[in-house]
Structure formats: C-alpha cells, structure tokens
C-alpha cells in the first residue's frame, strides 16, 4: 500500500533553533519527492523536488534529504524564524500524473519568540 | 516563476445555493489541472482530476454531481459546488502541472475557504 508518512505531527522550537523533520513512505514506484510548506488558510508552496538519483537540496534554509534506499526524507530547518510557524506536507510521486502523488499530514512547526 | 490564482479566497453562503471557484494558471498552459479538499489539520485529498476538453476525472467517493468541474480552456479550471450543504464546508486547493524538461512542476492555488450556513 502506498503510503507517506510524517514525523512529528506537530513541534514547537524556539526562534533561532534548528529543527529536522521527517517522512517515511512506501510509495512505488518512486518518482520524486517533494516538500511543501502551507500557512494556514493558504495552498502549498513547494520547498524542494528531488528525484531517485538526489540525495540532499536545498532552498534557502531548508535543506531536504533523501535516502532512496531507506525511503526516507527528512527537512532540515536551520535557525528558525517566526515566519517558518507552517505546516510541511511531504509529498511523494509515484509517475508522472499528479494523480500519483500521495500526501503526508503533515507536521505542523510552531516557531515561538 | 509559475503562478497558479484562486479566487475567491473565501466565501460564505446558504444552504442550497451554489458556488463556483476558479483555478487559473497565469503564465503556462495547464493541460490537466486538479482540485484537492483539506479538512483543519488534515492532509490534502485529490478530488478530482481536471483535463482540457474533456472530463473530468473524480476519485473514489466523489459525487460528480455535487462537484462540476469544466476546464474550458488551458488556462482555466472551475470547481462549482452545487446546492452547498453546510457538510461541504471545507478548504478547497487546485493545482496545475507544468512539464518541464527535468522534473514536472506542480504549482498550487492559494485555496478558497468555503463555509455554507
């Protein structure tokens, strides 16, 4: 069954600390990966896209991971600001339609003064 | 970059009444557009699969009654939630795929918040 699943469901960390996120899938077959950040009330933005042959990207202060043989990612967030407070939806593709992609539930990051 | 635009942003409206959301992709074509529902602190789930000219794709559960989908042209998709119950009220995200020459690109809406009294 062609699952993704993400790790923690929700954290709270002090402004300025660096924080890890992870996802875990079963997706197959694999095509690409991708994260996403979603403020409240808003659609998703994509963070990073990495296919079977990448192994880390990043966008900013985010750096994504990717281990395709453990089928697992994680999101690194390197000194948090307030504006990082989002939830980040690991997304996993399994061909070329985006009716393959599979969704995490993401996790929710509340960044506090 | 790519944009996608949803609009409204929010609505409110009555029991019964339909409403109609928009979906545009304002610098490339979108062939196949999608729309996604989002319940508080849950995940985005596909509804359904839009393509131009012809119809629409609905996932599993999905009343095609319910939820017209037209996608007249390759920059537009609407999404009308007919005769709007208040159990309709939900989050509502499209999306619009890019191909590109190495990794498919996937822009979002930025979702319209549906209430129904």
């Known amino acids: 069954k062609n699952q993704v699943e993400q790790s923690p469901q929700s954290l709270i960390i002090l402004e300025g600390k660096n924080c890890t996120l992870q996802c875990n899938y079963t997706v197959s077959p694999f095509s690409n990966l991708r994260w996403y950040k979603q403020d409240t009330g808003r659609g998703p933005v994509s963070l990073t896209i990495m296919t079977f042959s990448e192994n880390t990207k990043s966008n900013g202060r985010y750096t994504a991971t990717l281990d395709a043989d453990t089928k697992q990612s994680s999101l690194h967030i390197t000194a948090s600001q307030l504006s990082d407070s989002a939830s980040y939806i690991c997304?996993?593709?399994?061909?070329?339609?985006?009716?393959?992609?599979?969704f995490g539930t993401g996790t929710r990051l509340t960044v506090i003064p | 970059g790519a944009v996608v635009s949803q609009h409204p942003s929010w609505v409110i409206c009555k029991s019964g009444t339909s409403v109609k959301i928009e979906c545009r992709s304002l610098d490339f074509q979108a062939t196949t557009m999608f729309w996604y529902r989002q319940f508080p602190k849950q995940s985005l789930m596909l509804m359904a699969t839009?393509?131009?000219?012809?119809?629409?794709?609905?996932e599993q559960g999905v009343e095609k009654d319910k939820f017209l989908i037209n996608h007249a042209s390759l920059t537009l998709s609407t999404l009308t939630v007919t005769s709007a119950h208040p159990e309709d009220s939900s989050f509502y995200i499209c999306?619009?795929?890019?191909?590109?020459?190495?990794?498919?690109?996937?822009?979002f809406g930025s979702g319209t918040q549906l209430s129904v009294l």
């Open positions: 999306s619009a795929r890019r191909p590109a020459a190495t990794n498919e690109k996937l822009f």
């Open positions: 997304v996993v593709s399994a061909g070329t339609g985006a009716n393959n992609l599979f």
């Open positions: 839009s393509n131009e000219g012809s119809k629409a794709t609905y």
